[in-house]
Structures are given as C-alpha cells and as structure tokens.
C-alpha cells in the first residue's frame, strides 16, 4: 500500500492492493488505555491521574470509533473501488511506529456468516506484506463481554487471537480478528487488531487490547 499524503489526525486517502473477497471482513482501530497507579493507601483524585491522549472522532458508514490524533486514517473500496455505505475498510495507525494497528471493514451484504467473516480477516492477514504464517487460537463466541458499545447492545460476535511469524527475525505479530453483524446499520463488520513484540506474546494483552478498541466503536 502507498500513502500519497500524511495528514496528522485527519482522513487520508490512499491507493491499496485490493485484497481477494475472502479477504473482505479485516478490521481495526483503537485508543490505548491510559495508566492509573494505586497502592497502599495512597489515593489518587481524578486530578492525578495522567491525561489520556486527545481524540479525533471517524465517524461515516453507519459506524464511529475514536482514535489518538496522532494516528493516520486510511480509506479505501473493497468490493467497489472507493468506501462507501455498502462497503469499505478503514485502517488506524500512529504516523511513525505503524503499530499498534486496528481496521474495520464493512459489507452490506454478506452470506458466508461469522465464521466466513472470521476466514475473510485471515485471509488478509496471510496476505499482508511481511508475513510468513498465521497461527490461529483460542476461538470465542460471545454476545457480551462486559464493556459499553456493542455488547451492551447484545450484538453476537465470534473473535480469534492469532499470532503470526515475520520475514524479520524476532518479531511477532499477534492480535485478535472478529466479526459480527450490526442489525442498527444493517452491516456486516470486521474488526483486526495488530500488535508487534519482540519479546512473549500474551494473549490476555491482545484482548485488552481488543475491549479497548471496542469501547471507542459503535455501529449506528
């Protein structure tokens, strides 16, 4: 994929290798947690704890998520050559590092179900450039999770960890791929979060990861 421009917090329109139809359902976006420090005793006010980064909204195709204003936002077509109501992907990620990434697809119409939805996400990760292989995890149904946004609504989600080795020798890949359909936007959803590590990957680190992004995410 090529960038043709670089606008810190704002849309950026790019040109990118379309990706095969079972490659359609890649997601992902996200804000990180912000760390609150506590012991003993000693209680911290609302005043101490560290400001969390300042946000920008992406909000267009019958879904918004939140995202740092430091990240870039990358639109594009999937089954049509631009993003629009019946389809597209969007990608987040911090201007210099390139991780952590997060992406949402969308598709109006789709008849191959989660688990099709959930093959689609890593079919795209098999393809992405740098990846040699994908080991798949533990698979997870659920319809809540305990977090605002798309469980309280009581929205049916599967998700997969996935860890994944690189051309770069001692790099990890790893995250979690998910899918579900919004009957609010009438929209199939898939949603990717993409970390790297150099040093053990832990599973309960991408799903944080992941329930954070799902705070920040709302289909409407």
């Given at each position: 994929?090529?960038?043709?421009?670089?606008?810190?917090?704002?849309?950026?329109?790019?040109?990118?290798?379309?990706?095969?139809?079972?490659?359609?359902?890649?997601?992902?976006?996200?804000?990180?947690l912000a760390?609150?420090?506590?012991?003993?005793?000693?209680q911290?006010s609302a005043?101490?704890?560290?400001?969390g980064?300042?946000?920008?909204?992406?909000?267009?195709?019958?879904?918004?998520?939140e995202?740092?204003q430091d990240?870039l936002?990358w639109q594009?077509?999937?089954?049509?050559?631009d993003?629009?109501?019946n389809s597209?992907?969007?990608?987040v990620?911090?201007?210099?590092?390139g991780?952590?990434?997060?992406?949402?697809s969308?598709?109006?119409?789709w008849q191959?179900?989660?688990?099709g939805?959930?093959?689609?996400?890593?079919?795209?990760?098999?393809?992405?450039?740098?990846?040699?292989?994908?080991?798949?995890g533990?698979l997870?149904?659920?319809?809540?999770?305990?977090?605002?946004?798309l469980y309280?609504?009581?929205?049916?989600?599967?998700?997969?960890y996935y860890?994944?080795?690189?051309k770069?020798?001692?790099?990890?890949?790893?995250g979690?791929?998910?899918a579900?359909y919004?009957?609010n936007?009438?929209?199939?959803f898939?949603?990717?979060t993409?970390?790297?590590?150099?040093a053990?990957?832990?599973?309960?680190?991408a799903?944080?990861n992941f329930?954070?992004f799902?705070?920040?995410?709302?289909?409407h």
């Open positions: 994929m090529r960038i043709v421009d670089k606008l810190l917090g704002k849309e950026v329109q790019i040109t990118m290798k379309k990706m095969s139809i079972m490659a359609i359902l890649i997601l992902v976006s996200i804000a990180p760390m609150i420090g506590c012991g003993g005793e000693t911290t005043s101490d704890e560290p400001a980064p300042e946000m920008n909204t992406f909000s267009k195709y019958g879904f918004s998520f995202y740092p990240y936002v594009d077509g999937l089954l049509e050559d993003a629009n109501a597209g992907m969007v990608q990620v911090p201007e210099e590092r991780f952590p990434l997060y992406a949402v969308w598709v109006k119409t191959w179900g989660l688990e939805g959930l093959e689609a996400g890593f079919a795209g990760i098999e393809n992405w450039e740098g990846i040699e292989s994908v080991e798949k533990e997870v149904e659920t319809t809540k999770l305990g977090h605002q946004m309280e609504m009581g929205h049916h989600m599967l998700y997969q860890t994944a080795t690189t770069t020798q001692g790099e990890t890949i790893y979690i791929v998910a579900f919004c009957d936007a009438q929209k199939a898939g949603l990717v993409m970390q790297k590590s150099t053990e990957v832990s599973s309960q680190e799903l944080d329930r954070d799902l705070d920040y995410f709302a289909c």
